[in-house]
């Protein structure tokens, strides 16, 4: 499991639980779950924000969630999912690395997020509703050449990152893991899974010292059945 030790080790302990909304910028609130199903009904969204908060998973490894989960649209969600890791990326860029999942193809769709610390280590989950032919345009596309590396400014100094994708199997209809790596090696990883369902996609990501895929297709696997138990 993840730990304050350098292993490379899956996640092994997670317990699915009620979740509870939190107004931010950007986001909606479980007190605001009627405006929120209203707002996804126009969209054409198959779940509401509050049906998605209840979706994501509460504990890893015993530890509960940063903050509460929040839910809002796909763009700000993504964004609070990936924090600041993939801030250093070319901003024709930033959306497939963060997350691996196409922005364009999920504009305006209805998602909920949530982030977790565990030990040295940064989780987070998102899912995000996508009726009809969305889910499957959101995994389609390949990172681009021009994305597999960039440059980012990390405690004064510059920092190399290469980027590499792979698809998966296994979980869900269709699944991809990203890897974000220092050039020089060290603690800096970054993995990432994503996952298309019926009506919806997933991601889950792994920052840290235990980060490895391993631990997030672990992750993944999990938070998937959590999901389709959820919104089935």
């Not at 899956?10 to 910028?25: D, E, F, H, M």
């Not at 190399?160 to 990883?189: C, F, H, R, W």
Request: net charge positive; with cysteine; glycine share 12%.
């Amino acid at each position: 499991m993840l730990d304050g030790r350098r292993r490379q080790t899956a996640i092994l302990l997670l317990v699915p639980a009620a979740v509870v909304g939190v107004s931010l910028a950007g986001c909606t609130s479980s007190s605001s779950h009627s405006a929120s199903a209203s707002l996804s009904a126009s969209k054409g969204d198959s779940f509401s924000a509050a049906k998605l908060r209840a979706a994501l998973l509460t504990r890893v490894n015993g530890v509960g969630a940063a903050s509460p989960a929040a839910s809002g649209g796909y763009a700000a969600m993504s964004a609070l999912a990936a924090g600041q890791s993939a801030s250093g990326a070319p901003k024709a860029c930033a959306g497939a690395v963060q997350t691996g999942l196409d922005s364009a193809a999920l504009a305006g769709a209805t998602a909920a997020a949530v982030s977790f610390k565990v030990g040295g280590n940064d989780v987070s989950e998102l899912v995000a509703a996508a009726p009809g032919t969305a889910a499957a345009s959101a995994l389609a596309g390949r990172l681009p050449a021009a994305c597999a590396r960039f440059k980012e400014t990390v405690d004064g100094r510059s920092v190399s990152y290469s980027v590499t994708e792979s698809s998966l199997t296994g979980i869900g209809k269709q699944a991809k893991v990203m890897n974000v790596s220092p050039a020089a090696g060290g603690s800096g990883d970054r993995w990432s899974l994503v996952y298309r369902g019926a009506g919806f996609v997933g991601a889950v990501t792994v920052a840290g010292p235990n980060a490895s895929q391993t631990a997030v297709r672990e992750l993944g696997q999990q938070a998937y059945t959590y999901a389709v138990k959820s919104l089935s």
